[in-house]
């Protein structure tokens, strides 16, 4: 083999890391600011008490369809990677088909519980009789979103442009759904149907193409082949590294969703809006971050498996880049974060300023932190990640409590920083002590 054949193949896994992150930043990105569009638009048009009720309905159901994610699409590529490489189909038919059962299980009663926990949360968060319908109605998109596994699928054989372009069908059909809305003048319940289409929309779209994907790459059963006992047990270690993931996503959500809930009991709807609204412009940089845990978890797999020098190089080079494009965001923020909310969208939001500053640094640490839990969980480290992500959610729910009720919003932002800088400090040195 040549010199330069032998620097391609050396080069390869962060080129294609990089390549499948360009992919699906490009779709994010087009996301990104048909999202802060939406926001802004419905913030103007809803004011503040109205956009926080808005933004509590949304979480509401966002946060029950966390509370009831496996995570599947991280199984698929940890347990089906060694199965691809392999050319082992039937591994891979039974693999998906344990996944597709526990989406399906799992999406019923996220549905059920979401109606029944309607009428006693809704009063909680100060919505009248017909919103906590309105909610209950809008709660049915759930039915819909059974696609955790076809989104492992899909980034098995690396179909990231797919991703990509998924990303913009929610933005857009809230986007252009909203535009008409403002210029109609439409009332509260029109904006929620809007909401509700573009959700089911990209859920049925990522649906349509995990399971294309899966037809023609993998195929149905030959004959003679039945998978229809297929269990969990098959798989050395599948149950626990479900169970393992399923705890990560339900702490992910705590400053996510949990926090806005929380914001909304605790400070009410219009501050519960603004601390959504300084999320919405962090997400900047929380979206990249969750953009690279998705491409880089694929690769950091097959280099731990493989043995390769790339492993730690990859990881490493990848928390430094984001740390220092997130840092960059921060500055930006913090000179110019009050003059931008005001002339996007109101002075009345302009108090949401210093969270916002606050929530970016919080999202740095988080970019930062991205790279290093995939090669944690690449490692095999998967039960020490959640035991240090628990600790960081701990120190995040302690100090949002007793901050927010000391100093409002501000506290929120502090608690975000202060719980997000531990994460990527430990889990370096977790990687550090590995091979």
Known sequence: ???????????????????????????????????????????????????????????????????????????????GVPAHDAGDTRTLRRLTLICRRLDNRSIIVATVLALVMAPLVGPMMGMDHDRVILLALFSLVLLTAGNITDIGVLRLYDQFDI???????????????????????????????????????????????????????????????????????????????????????????IPKHISVIMAGYLLGAADAGLLRLARQFSSLLAKPAILIRQVIFLDLTRSWNQGSTDFKRIAYWTALIGGGVGLLFVVTGYFFGGALLGSLIGEEFIPAAPVLTLLLLAASFELTASSLRSAAYAMGHASKVLRLSVLSAVIYLTLFTLLTIELGLIGAGVASCVAAIVPPFAMAILIRRGR
């Open 1 to 79: 083999m040549t010199e330069s054949g032998e620097n391609q193949i050396v080069q390869s896994p962060l080129r294609r890391v990089l390549g499948n992150f360009a992919l699906l930043a490009r779709g994010r990105g087009i996301a990104a600011v048909l999202s802060l569009g939406t926001t802004a638009l419905m913030a103007r048009a809803l004011g503040p008490t109205e956009f926080g009720m808005l933004v509590l309905m949304q979480t509401y159901v966002l946060l029950i369809r966390g509370l009831l994610n496996f995570k599947q699409f991280q199984a698929i590529i940890r347990y």
């Open 163 to 253: 991703l990509g372009r998924k990303e913009t069908i929610d933005p857009f059909f809230r986007f252009f759904g909203v535009v008409i809305a403002w210029w109609l003048a439409a009332p509260f319940a029109v904006y929620i149907a809007i909401l509700a289409v573009a959700y089911i929309a990209e859920n049925l779209y990522l649906s349509w193409c995990g399971r294309r994907e899966y037809r023609r790459r993998v195929g149905p059963a030959p004959a003679g082949e039945d998978n229809g006992d297929a269990r969990m047990d098959e798989f050395i270690g599948l149950r626990h590294f479900l169970g393992v993931t399923y705890w990560q996503s339900n702490i992910d959500l």
